[in-house]
Each structure stands twice: as C-alpha cells, then as structure tokens.
C-alpha cells in the first residue's frame, strides 16, 4: 500500500471540544441575566461570539482570549445599561471561562481503533492543532497521542493557510500522497485544499460558528465528506486503489 502523510486536526476530530465550551457558555448567559434583567441569553450568546472571533485575528486561537470574551461582554452590558463594573464580577467571569480548560478530555469514538489501524498500515501521522501549547499538550498527554503521532505534532496559534503551509514544507510532503482530516472549514478543509492537498471534513456533533465558511476553493485534490472517524481509512484505502475516485 502507498505510504500516505495524514494530518489530524485534534479539537472535535479526535476528542470533544465544542460541548464543553457550550456548557460553560450556558452558565455564562445564566449568570449575566441574573445581573442584566433586560437582556436575552440570545443577545448575550452572539455578543460574546462576537467577540470571541473578533479576538482571534489578533491574538489568535490562545486559550485567554475566551475568558476574556466573558468579561468584555460583561463590560459591553454594563455601559449599555449603566450597571457599575465590579471587580469581583469580573474575575468570577474570568475564573468561569478558564474552567472549560480544566475539564478532562474525551476521545471521539473510535479515536483510538482508527489510528492504530492507519499506522499498522504504514502511514505517515501528523498532529495539527489549533490553540496554545500549554493547553494543547495538556489535551495530547491525557490522550496519550504520542503513541500515534510522536514527535510528529504541531500547534498553531493561527492556524490557517500559512501554518499548513509551512508544514508541509517542514516535513517535505508530496500534495498527492497528503491528507487533512478535520471537522473546521475554515481552518482544515479551505487552507487543505489552497495548499493543494486531499482533504477529508468530518462534521462535528455541535459546531463553532467560527469554523463554519463557504468552501470556494478551485482545486484538483480530493475534497470528501464523511459521517464519522472511523470511516477515514477505508476511505484513504479506497483512494489509494482508485485514484480516479
């Protein structure tokens, strides 16, 4: 069988991430409207979105930077309803936000049986991850996925176009025999295919708006859709004896 270089996106394609999030969220608008009578959880949900993704052009996917959406969300409804700003409010809202980074990881189902099998069939595996180090390797060590990517992982923390761009120089991959496999549009599927290579999207459970862009990239590689993880061998098995599929 061909050797084939398969990159990994770890958050909501090897293990949940966006349940987690949406939990510590819901205490979140919880709490505000206890404090802000008038405001919809709605209303607090987007703008806190809002400014979680506004974040992220500058300070990338850093694990602060979603704390921080909470307090400034807190700020944006204390001048708008003109509520004093307290301290102890406000590092409540940080300490809530920074929980979601200290909750356990858990696996994607047959996280465990599909990389095993890829690599007794002699692939090539790479981590990519977005975030920042602390909190990834966090992620990586509980899961224990250096028994399947060794030193081979990389984290970025604006993980785009570029950052796949570099790595795949880095480790000298030939586009045709290369994969991304990942759950985000944006941040898998679209700098996968401007890059030049396969792409396989594996929509998440719940799903971050961020990661949700039109895919209108013209390219030549193969762009496939699938139900769940476990199916990514047969499907890079079926691409290897049929590469006109």
């Not at 858990?106 to 180090?133: A, C, S, V």
């Not at 899961?143 to 081979?152: D, I, K, Q, S, V």
Request: proline share 4%; glycine share 4%; net charge negative.
């Amino acid at each position: 069988m061909q050797k084939q270089n398969i990159l990994f996106n770890l958050d909501d394609t090897l293990s949940y991430c966006n349940r987690y999030f949406n939990l510590v969220i819901d205490e979140f608008a919880d709490q505000m409207m206890t404090w802000f009578k008038s405001i919809t959880e709605e209303d607090i949900k987007q703008k806190q979105l809002q400014l979680d993704v506004a974040a992220i052009s500058v300070h990338g996917l850093k694990s602060d930077r979603f704390p921080e959406s909470f307090v400034g969300t807190y700020k944006y409804y204390c001048d708008l309803t003109g509520r004093e700003k307290k301290k102890d409010e406000i590092q409540y809202l940080r300490e809530l936000g920074f929980k979601v980074f200290e909750i356990p990881v858990e696996p994607i189902p047959y996280m465990n049986e599909t990389l095993q099998r890829l690599k007794e069939e002699g692939h090539e595996l790479y981590l990519h991850t977005g975030g920042d180090e602390p909190n990834q390797h966090r992620k990586i060590t509980q899961l224990e996925l250096t028994t399947y990517f060794e030193h081979r992982i990389f984290i970025s923390e604006h993980k785009d176009t570029t950052a796949l761009s570099d790595i795949l120089k880095t480790i000298k991959a030939d586009p045709n025999v290369t994969w991304m496999v990942g759950n985000s549009l944006r941040t898998d599927i679209v700098p996968a295919l401007e890059t030049g290579i396969h792409a396989i999207y594996i929509p998440a459970e719940t799903e971050w708006k961020y990661n949700l862009v039109e895919v209108n990239v013209e390219h030549s590689s193969l762009f496939i859709t699938v139900d769940s993880l476990q199916e990514v061998p047969n499907v890079i098995y079926k691409s290897i004896q049929d590469p006109l599929m």
